[in-house]
C-alpha cells in the first residue's frame, strides 16, 4: 500500500498567513517516506497526524517560495536525530539549493550539511529515493527554476503539480498519473497569472484523465468560493473524480484502488 496525507491544503500569502488551512505539505509514504513542500504549520501538521518526523528519508521541495519550504530546516535536522553521520535526502530546484538571482537559497549551508544527499532536480530530470522514481516537471510560477513532481511509488504513478498556469508543456508530463494533485489557487472566473484556477483545473484532469483529480494550495478565495462546489464543477466537465482536499485527509491505494482514510 502507498499512503497519502495533506498535512496542508492551504496556499498563497493570505492563507499561509492565517493558517485558515495548514501549509504543511504532503506525506508520502511507499518504501521511502517523503514529505513533499513542507511550509509553516508542517510540525503541527505532523503531531496530529501521528507522522514522526525523524522516520522522514527525503523532503521534496517544488519552488523557493514560503508557503513550500518553511519549515523545512528543522524537518533536515529531525532526519539526522538519534543517528550518527550524514542522512536525509533534499530534493529541490536551484533557487531552493544554491539561490537563483534574487530567490533563495532557502536552506543554509549548515543545513544542507546535515544531508546525506542534496539532489538538485529541473524538468525532465530523474533521480531515485530507494526504489521511487522521481521526475521533476515543467512550472511557469514566479521562480523560474521552479517544478513539478512526478512520483513512481510501488503502487502507480502520483503527480504532484505545484504552482503554475497551464499550458501544454505542464500538462504533458503528468499524462499515465494515477492520481493527480493539482494547486488551484482560484476559483471559477477569477484566474490569475502564475496559478491554476477552477476552468484549468478542470482542463488539466480532462488532458491526464487520472483515477482522481485532488484540489490543494487553495488560496483564500477558492476558500471562500465553496471549494466543494468547486470541485464538482470540475468533475462534471472533465469526467475525472475530484475532490476538494482537506488537512489531515489521508488515502491508501494499491494496485486495486483508491481508499480513503
Ligand atoms: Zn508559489
Not at 10 to 28: F, P
Not at 48 to 61: E, K, L, V
Not at 100 to 120: C, D, N, Q, W
Request: with cysteine.
Amino acid at each position: 500500500m502507498t499512503k497519502l496525507t495533506f498535512l496542508g491544503t492551504g496556499g498563497g500569502r493570505l492563507v499561509t498567513l492565517t493558517q485558515e488551512r495548514s501549509t504543511g505539505g504532503i506525506y508520502l509514504e511507499d518504501a521511502r517516506r517523503i514529505h513533499i513542500d513542507p511550509g509553516p504549520g508542517s510540525l503541527s501538521a505532523l503531531k496530529r497526524n501521528h507522522i514522526d518526523p525523524t522516520w522522514t528519508d527525503a523532503i521534496m521541495i517544488s519552488h523557493c517560495h514560503p508557503d513550500h519550504y518553511t519549515d523545512a530546516e528543522i524537518l533536515i535536522e529531525g532526519m539526522s536525530v538519534g543517528r550518527r553521520g550524514r542522512r536525509g535526502t533534499l530534493i529541490a530546484p536551484l533557487s531552493v539549493i544554491r539561490g537563483k538571482g534574487s530567490i533563495g537559497p532557502a536552506i543554509s549551508r549548515y543545513h544542507k550539511e546535515k544531508l546525506r544527499s542534496v539532489r538538485t532536480l529541473g524538468p525532465g530530470n530523474t533521480l531515485r529515493v530507494g526504489p521511487l522514481e522521481i521526475t521533476g516537471t515543467p512550472s511557469t510560477h514566479g521562480d523560474p527554476t521552479g517544478i513539478g513532481f512526478k512520483i513512481t511509488t510501488s503502487n502507480g504513478t502520483i503527480s504532484y503539480v505545484s504552482d503554475t498556469e497551464l499550458s501544454d508543456a505542464v500538462i504533458q508530463p503528468h499524462i499515465g498519473s494515477r492520481i493527480l494533485i493539482l494547486p488551484v489557487t482560484r476559483p471559477l472566473r477569477s484566474r490569475i497569472p502564475g496559478h491554476l484556477s477552477t476552468e484549468d483545473a478542470s482542463f488539466f484532469a480532462e488532458k491526464v484523465r487520472p483515477e482522481i483529480c485532488l484540489l490543494n494550495h487553495l488560496g483564500r478565495r477558492m476558500l471562500r468560493s465553496d471549494p466543494e462546489m468547486q470541485a464538482r464543477w470540475i468533475e462534471e466537465h472533465s469526467g475525472v473524480r475530484t475532490i476538494a482536499a482537506k488537512d489531515d485527509m489521508a488515502l491508501r491505494f494499491d494496485h486495486e484502488g483508491i481508499v480513503f482514510l
